[in-house]
């Protein structure tokens, strides 16, 4: 698996964008989002039942991570259409405020090396990408395990101030002085 410090891949994917199928499909590659933070989280398949939880989760914090300057990018190996079909269909997703990046073709969760060989599909992967397109944070759970959104914001922030951070620290809280 790819890890903190490399460089997180070159892509290239189609993305579900709105509700709307004559407009709801754009391109989004590695150069999309240049000069921001990435939150990149990765899910097994649509029309489960803990990936919406998480998909929610990210949306309910998505107004703190655009604060940050950092871009969510829901990912999953399933079509653009069928990203389509489930935020049509699933309340929680109807009015998403990020992307869901469809990666068909399996090269990007192949090049980080999270396709899960059991299932052949993305594993629960959450990279925190910095503006330079550097992995600074790998967060990975058991496909049957959602993960915390508010865990992640709060990695960010700590990434943010470029600081020594302790053990359950909070924004707004003393970073360690050496």
Not at 1 to 20: E, H, Y
Not at 135 to 147: A, K
């Amino acid at each position: 698996m790819l890890g903190i410090g490399k460089k997180f891949p070159q892509f290239k994917v189609k993305a579900t964008v709105s509700n709307d199928p004559k407009t709801g499909f754009v391109d989004i590659d590695h150069s999309t989002f240049k000069g921001k933070w990435m939150v990149v989280f990765f899910y097994p398949k649509d029309f489960t039942f803990v990936c919406p939880t998480e998909i929610k989760g990210f949306a309910d914090l998505n107004g703190k991570f655009k604060d940050r300057d950092a871009q969510i990018l829901a990912v999953s190996t399933d079509t653009e259409f069928v990203h389509l079909a489930w935020r049509q269909n699933h309340k929680d997703l109807n009015s998403l405020p990020f992307p869901m990046l469809a990666d068909v073709k399996r090269e990007l969760s192949s090049a980080l090396g999270i396709i899960d060989e059991n299932e052949g599909v993305a594993q629960r992967a959450t990279y925190i990408v910095d503006p330079e397109g550097i992995i600074r944070f790998v967060y990975v759970t058991d496909l049957n395990v959602g993960r915390n959104p508010n865990e992640v914001l709060r990695v960010l922030d700590g990434l943010q101030t470029d600081e020594l951070c302790p053990c359950n620290w909070e924004k707004g809280k003393e970073t360690i002085q050496v």
